[in-house]
């Protein structure tokens, strides 16, 4: 059983950085796709970015292309995103999660993390 573990969240004024983690317990196989959710206050969880575990370009919501980069350090086993001109609207609990799917519909993740707070002051 996989288990996911984000960290990195904080508070940060806009324009501000944070890189946040996800620290899987197992080894992730050849097809998993990893990726990142947010959850804002009110608002229902939405698709953020993935990436193929063993290759292949990311994908990015278009709210956070240019801004945000996901990538993975395969040896071991984290994710990463990397968050730059942080604006108010992505403050969210950020959840990592993983698939055996090439989709950002949040319904066909299998593992969730327990997720972590990202707050921008504007």
């Known amino acids: 059983q996989v288990q996911l573990a984000e960290s990195g969240g904080g508070s940060v004024q806009a324009g501000g950085s944070l890189r946040l983690s996800c620290a899987a317990s197992?080894?992730?196989?050849?097809?998993?796709?990893m990726a990142w959710f947010r959850q804002g206050p009110g608002k229902e969880r939405e698709f953020v970015a993935l990436v193929r575990w063993h290759g292949g370009s990311a994908l990015y919501a278009d709210s956070v292309k240019g801004r945000f980069t996901i990538s993975r350090d395969n040896p071991t086993n984290i994710l990463y995103l990397q968050m730059n001109n942080l604006k108010s609207d992505d403050t969210a609990v950020y959840y990592c999660?993983?698939?055996?799917?090439?989709?950002?519909?949040?319904?066909?993740?299998?593992?969730w993390g327990q997720g972590t707070q990202v707050t921008v002051a504007s």
């Open positions: 999660a993983w698939t055996s799917e090439y989709t950002t519909n949040l319904r066909a993740y299998e593992t």
């Open positions: 197992g080894r992730p196989y050849s097809r998993t796709v």
